[in-house]
Structure formats: C-alpha cells, structure tokens
C-alpha cells in the first residue's frame, strides 16, 4: 500500500471538515450566535477528541484502521446533513460534535498510517507531503464555504459537503483491505502514565497542545472579528485561505529550515511569528491587512505541525505509534475544548481584542519552551 492512498483519503476528508467548520460559523453567527456561543461552538468540535483519541490509537494498533477511517468519513457526512434537514443553532452544535467524531478516527489514523507505510528515511520526506496536502485542504476549504454560501446558500452548502464525505467511504470500501491491519495481540503493557514518561513525550504534548490552541483560536475568532467590523463570508473566506496557503509555503520549505535551524529552533520560530499575528489582528480592518497578518500567521503555524508529529512517531514507544497520536490528540483536544469557552468569556467580557491579546502571549511561552538548548 502506498503512502499516497493516505493522502488521498486525507485531502478529501479534510477538506469536507476544514469547509465544514468555516460554514458552521458562519451559520451560527447568521442565526444571531453572540462570541460565547461560538466560544462552545469550537469546545464542541473537542469533545469527541478529547474524549476518544487515545483509544482510537490503541485500537488501531492492534486492529488496524480501516473501519474506524469508515466511522469517522459515516459521521462526518451525517454531521453536514443535520443543519440541512433541522436548521437551528441545536443542529449546529450536533454537526460540530459530529465533525469532531469524524476528526477523531482520520487524524489518528492517518498520522499514524504515513509513519507506517515510510521507511525511517523516508519517514520525514513523507511527514512534510502529508503536512502539504493538509495546507491544500485547508486552503481549499475556507474559501469553497465562503463562495458557496455567498453564491448558493448556507443549507445548499451543507448538503455539498456531505456528497463530499462519500469519496473517502468509496476509496475505503475498495481499497481499505490493503492497509496495516494491526498486531491483534492483547493490548500492550502499560497505560498513559507509561506512555507519557517516554523520553520527550512531555515536552512534545505541552508544545503540541498550545500550538493547535492557538491556530484553532485564530481561525475561529478572525472570522468573528472580521463579521464584526462589516467583511463579507468571500471575504472571510479568502483571509482565512490566505492563511492556508502561507502554511503550503512554509512547508514546502521545511527540509531546508529542519536542516539549518533543527526541529526545535523551527518551533520557536513558528511560536513567535504566531504570536505577533494574534497581536497585530485589533489594530488593523482593512481585507489587506487582515490578509497579510493572516499570511504572516500562517507561515508561522505552517511549520509547527509537521514536526510535531514527527517527533511524536519517532518519540513513541514501540508498536504503541498510533496510541501516541491519540494521546498527542487528546492532549490537544482537552485544551481546545476548555479554551474556546474561556476565550469565548473573555471576548463577552472585555471584547475581542482581549481574547487575540491573550493568545499572543501563550504562543510567545511556547517560543520560549521549544527555543533548543544551548
């Protein structure tokens, strides 16, 4: 089985969820949400991740991934077709917690199937193509809710996304045989305790954690920031693109950055370039504006991805790689569904620019925290 099936089967999921969340947004604010309500919008995307990630990385080290990369694509699609069928802000909140379930088992397991399928030399090439399909998605995304709702409309778009979420149950129902089926032996000794005292699986979780935080807060709070000063869904939708397409371009560079600046200063390099976007957000209206502290965030975010995951696979303890992507992604999860809400509080409270502010100085201790060792 070749690594590029997992790219395909990534690109066309992700692609569902990254338009998915933009549309889910921007409904919830057309239906009158107010910034706390879509502070829970985004905790409720966490929940099943949070809450089912370590699991689904046990389980698909012993039974592999191939029905669970079906149940997530199965709850994706049912995920879009609520607010079509029952629209209303319940319905929003039952497609975010079932976008999340979908999130749950692809993530996962497709994170963990590319260190599979590689050869240890190959392991970081393949890593930095699978962190370039996802800039492709998420690039894509934003922008196909955008116009879609503005030319179409928000129900129209959603029944759009659902056919979208049958391409990967296709893929898999043809193909999916031929993936790794697991050890299917008893369950590897040891629990989270175990797999947390792993040499730099601390430090890779604490780092991990306030990154994705971070891009998650941006790419939910521009758009209400950018809904409140006046910009259209195209708009928002082409910001939020441009900050995509900054993550492809940083990526396509990062062999060249790892080899000069090694793993951890290109951490701390994506940390404080993230921060100094959150900072400048307030201060700025204009699209083109917006569109480079945007561009700006995103090479920063781009980098930082990647080589977590990296370093999560090649930091796991054997034969237990896919248990530590689900704890990477609980870890992370755990965080976005308890920040999103208390953000959610502080832009009620204190205003939006407060909740970018705030986020400015956590990614500025995460530069600080993965700055390498002298």
């Known amino acids: 089985m070749s690594v590029r099936f997992i790219y395909l089967l990534m690109f066309s999921n992700v692609l569902n969820m990254s338009a998915g969340r933009v549309l889910l947004t921007l409904y919830a604010l057309e239906l009158g949400a107010p910034a706390f309500y879509i502070g829970l919008l985004a905790a409720t995307f966490a929940v099943f991740p949070a809450l089912l990630s370590w699991l689904s990385g046990r389980l698909s080290d012993r039974f592999g991934s191939r029905w669970l990369l079906m149940f997530g694509s199965v709850g994706s699609a049912l995920g879009m077709l609520v607010p079509y069928f029952v629209p209303g802000l319940p319905a929003v909140f039952i497609a975010s917690t079932l976008n999340g379930l979908g999130l749950t088992f692809f993530s996962v397991s497709t994170q963990n199937l590319v260190g599979l399928l590689s050869a240890p030399d190959q392991r970081a090439k393949?890593?930095?193509?699978?962190?370039?399909?996802?800039?492709?998605?998420?690039?894509?995304?934003?922008?196909?809710?955008?116009?879609?709702?503005?030319?179409?409309?928000?129900?129209?778009?959603?029944?759009?996304?659902?056919?979208?979420?049958?391409?990967?149950?296709?893929?898999?129902?043809?193909?999916?045989?031929?993936?790794?089926?697991?050890?299917?032996?008893?369950?590897?000794?040891?629990?989270?305790?175990?797999?947390?005292?792993?040499?730099?699986?601390?430090?890779?979780?604490?780092?991990?954690?306030?990154?994705?935080?971070?891009?998650?807060?941006?790419?939910?709070?521009?758009?209400v920031y950018a809904h409140g000063i006046g910009l259209s869904a195209s708009a928002i939708g082409i910001l939020l693109t441009t900050n995509s397409g900054a993550g492809f371009i940083s990526r396509l560079a990062l062999t060249r950055l790892i080899a000069r600046f090694k793993e951890e200063g290109v951490l701390a390099y994506a940390f404080f370039l993230g921060a100094a976007g959150f900072l400048l957000v307030p201060f700025y209206g204009s699209v083109a504006a917006l569109a480079l502290i945007a561009f700006m965030f995103g090479l920063g975010m781009g980098c930082g991805a990647p080589i977590i995951t990296m370093l999560t696979f090649s930091n796991a303890v054997e034969g237990r790689s896919g248990e530590a992507m689900g704890l990477r992604m609980t870890a992370n999860q755990i965080t976005r569904a308890v920040g999103p809400v208390i953000f959610g509080s502080i832009g009620s409270a204190f205003g939006l620019p407060s909740v970018f502010w705030i986020n400015a100085l956590m990614l500025g201790a995460g530069g600080l925290l993965s700055r390498p060792k002298k």
């Open 126 to 223: 393949n890593y930095s193509n699978y962190s370039l399909v996802a800039s492709v998605t998420t690039f894509i995304g934003p922008m196909v809710a955008g116009f879609s709702i503005d030319h179409f409309s928000h129900a129209i778009t959603f029944l759009y996304l659902a056919f979208l979420s049958c391409l990967p149950i296709a893929l898999l129902a043809m193909w999916g045989g031929r993936l790794p089926r697991g050890t299917r032996k008893a369950a590897p000794a040891g629990g989270v305790r175990d797999m947390v005292s792993a040499p730099g699986v601390r430090k890779v979780l604490a780092t991990s954690s306030l990154l994705l935080s971070g891009r998650d807060v941006f790419q939910f709070y521009l758009p």
